[in-house]
């Protein structure tokens, strides 16, 4: 090769990163969108509640601005893969995202009005594989660009909170009402608000005396690590047993106390209703809470501990300014598993009659209505979301420092 | 005055300290030398009863150790280790200002208190007050460490190897600040190393330990022209003990007044080492010699050195 050959080869190579592949994750999220729109349906037509329906594609179910709207918005955030990385192109992909979001929901919601004016009054129509599939794809493509913007904890929360209120702002123009989740949201509206509230309810009144009792146990096994063996044999055995069989156990003894007690049985406190839910998720929270403060409290650098007793602190000092502040990150880590876990269980506890979410859950299985199970189902898992980013967002606030 | 009084520690059947007997006088900069695992660590941390001791009393200022809450003993003595031990979530000012607020100072005097020492270490007030720990160079954390031990103006300072883990030359720096803040503030100082340089250029008395027995003890030069036994000959340096012994006299011991000499002269406060050195590299046997402020005082020769 002659010296002067070299250099437009060399251009050529200075010029090529622009078009150049810079996300892999955004084009396998597109590929799955659109194989899932292609393949599957986005919506299903059932003639009422109770059967499977048929699976219509989203071109064929709405209307063709909008399906044209989402191919092109596809389009436009696989471009940005393939686009020089930086904020402001990380920033737009995350808009072009929440945007895509936005209208898998409403093309949902025309879908399911435009096939339902046509159709008799008992007709369903459901979510398909190919909506939550394309919805999922969306939102993982959100929290992908947020992830490469160096996107902050506020910034996460705000892009949230918007997204959260333009979803209720479609819900409440009605442009989601023709859904068949919308529908039995709509007969079972006087009961979702009070289940929600049970649900958080049962949850805090679980996690709140699970940290009351696992942080003292947890300081008592730093003290003392011979007691560690037995205290995280035992956690871990109630651990393993199954939550519907352990829901079960509790009913005996306290039908027993309730029994023998009448005073219990006026507080509400009985073999069915919230008081076994509640122990029972204690019970459960309790391996998490321990295992991670035993492990951020044991985990305090010893020079650190050495200095502040060298200085005179007390115990009590010691245990307050140095040792909680320092295991606060990992504190946060074990109320957040204990928080989503405690808010998954809390639907199984509908079963022993303590409400919450879980009622629309097993009233749907019941019926064999899996749009009533959603209504369950689907606020939880929201739910679950909330709470882990939340408390995501404060772990990494503490541990800034 | 610390008395340490046939003090006696073992784990099971193996003696960590063994009926040692040590005073160490008001205003003294005691040093604790000895090899790794001699005990002199569990030693320091006796007198201020992070380590339990089973036989024997140690009293600081005439009181015994164990007469007092272990808390209120603490809060009187300075504390400084190797690994800093700085609380990595308060800021400089909150880990100096730890054993004030301990004992309920105002805030004003704590605040007063904190600028002072900043200055007393060399650190900017203004620039290193709101600095976290992990902002500050390994030297800083250190200077930090110090202020913090001298926070409520203690008696007595306990210090663990605190330079032991610095570079040279920083090392050499604070050594430095430690000397003059002991002579300023006549403060009594024990100070553990293993590092025989340091011992000697720090202390004014120097206690060497070995396996928790207490080896010899005396002032530095003592030390190096008596060893006491084969083993503190060993530690403290075999046939490099010469070296160590020049390092601690002056040239002003060993002037030959009224003579004169060519070429730069040496303060007479220079130390016989650097004089050595100085003739090494101007490849001369013979130098003058003048006073802080210059006049001429006389000469020294190569074999003065060594007389």
Redesign the interface.
């Known amino acids: 090769m002659s010296p002067g050959s070299a250099l437009p080869a060399a251009a050529a190579i200075a010029r090529a990163p622009a078009f150049r592949l810079h996300n892999r994750v955004v084009p396998v999220l597109f590929a799955a969108g659109a194989a899932a729109l292609l393949c599957g349906g986005f919506v299903a037509l059932a003639p009422n509640r109770l059967v499977s329906g048929r699976p219509i594609g989203l071109f064929a179910a709405a209307d063709w601005r909008i399906s044209g709207a989402i191919a092109v918005l596809g389009l436009a955030v696989l471009a940005t893969a393939f686009a020089p990385p930086g904020r402001t192109l990380h920033r737009a992909a995350a808009f072009l995202s929440s945007l895509l979001v936005l209208l898998t929901l409403e093309a949902a919601g025309q879908a399911a009005s435009s096939l339902g004016a046509g159709a008799p009054a008992l007709a369903r129509i459901s979510l398909g594989a190919g909506f939550w599939v394309l919805l999922g794809a969306a939102a993982l493509a959100i929290i992908d660009a947020l992830q490469r913007a160096g996107a902050g904890p506020g910034e996460r929360l705000a892009v949230a909170a918007a997204l959260a209120a333009a979803i209720l702002a479609i819900a409440q123009a009605g442009l989601l009402d023709a859904l068949s989740l919308a529908r039995e949201f709509h007969t079972r509206q006087h009961l979702f608000a009070a289940a929600l509230v049970r649900h958080i309810v049962l949850v805090a009144a679980a996690v709140g005396p699970a940290v009351l009792i696992g942080l003292p146990l947890a300081l008592a096994a730093v003290r003392r690590p011979g007691w560690q063996g037995p205290l995280f044999a035992v956690l871990n055995l109630l651990q393993t047993i199954p939550s519907i069989a352990l829901f079960g156990l509790l009913i005996v003894p306290l039908s027993a106390l309730a029994a023998a007690f009448p005073g219990l049985a006026a507080l509400g406190i009985g073999g069915i209703g919230p008081a076994p839910a509640i122990i029972a998720l204690v019970l459960y929270a309790l391996l998490p809470v321990v295992r991670n403060s035993v492990a951020g409290i044991a985990g305090v ?1 010893p ?12 115990r009590r ?1 010691l245990l307050w ?2 040792e909680l ?2 295991a606060l990150p990992l504190l946060l880590a074990g109320l957040r598993i204990v928080m989503v876990q405690a808010i998954g269980l809390a639907v199984v506890a509908a079963l022993i009659g303590a409400g919450g979410l879980g009622i629309f859950v097993f009233e749907g299985l019941g019926q064999y209505a899996a749009d009533l199970v959603l209504l369950g189902a689907l606020p939880a898992i929201l739910l679950a979301l909330a709470a882990d980013f939340l408390l995501q967002s404060l772990a990494a606030l503490a541990a800034r ?1 | 005055m610390i008395e340490i009084d046939r003090v006696s520690k073992a784990y099971d059947t193996r003696v960590v300290v063994d009926d040692l007997s040590l005073s160490v006088p008001e205003g003294a900069f005691c040093v604790l030398l000895g090899p790794s695992g001699c005990g002199k660590s569990t030693i320091l941390r006796m007198i201020n009863r992070l380590a339990p001791f089973d036989a024997g009393v140690i009293r600081v200022g005439g009181e015994d150790v164990r007469e007092v809450p272990p808390e209120i003993l603490r809060r009187r003595i300075g504390y400084a280790i190797q690994a800093t031990g700085l609380f990595p979530h308060w800021r400089v000012e909150d880990n100096i200002a730890t054993v004030p607020r301990l004992l309920g100072w105002p805030r004003r005097r704590v605040r007063d208190r904190v600028e002072e020492l900043l200055q007393l270490l060399r650190l900017d007030p203004e620039t290193y007050r709101r600095k976290y720990p992990h902002q500050l160079s390994g030297g800083e954390q250190q200077r930090v460490g110090v202020a913090r031990a001298l926070a409520a103006d203690p008696d007595l300072l306990l210090m663990d190897e605190p330079f032991g883990a610095l570079d040279p030359v920083t090392r050499l720096a604070l050594q430095g600040e430690v000397l003059r803040i002991q002579q300023q503030t006549k403060k009594t100082v024990i100070f553990v190393t293993h590092d025989i340089e340091e011992a000697l250029r720090l202390a004014s008395v120097i206690a060497i330990v070995e396996r928790g027995r207490l080896a010899q003890w005396g002032t530095p030069l003592d030390i190096l022209e008596n060893p006491a036994s084969a083993f503190v000959a060993e530690f403290v340096g075999g046939e490099g003990i010469g070296l160590h012994l020049l390092a601690l006299r002056k040239v002003a011991d060993r002037l030959r007044p009224d003579e004169t000499a060519d070429g730069e002269p040496l303060p007479s406060e220079t130390s016989l080492r650097d004089a050595l050195a100085a003739m090494t590299r101007r490849r001369t046997d013979r130098l003058p010699v003048v006073d802080a402020a210059g006049r001429p005082l006389g000469a020294i020769t190569l074999g003065d050195l060594v007389r």
């Open positions: 650098d020079a650190v501990v050495d200095a502040a007793r060298g200085m005179g602190m007390t000092e300014r140095v502040p320092l420092r």
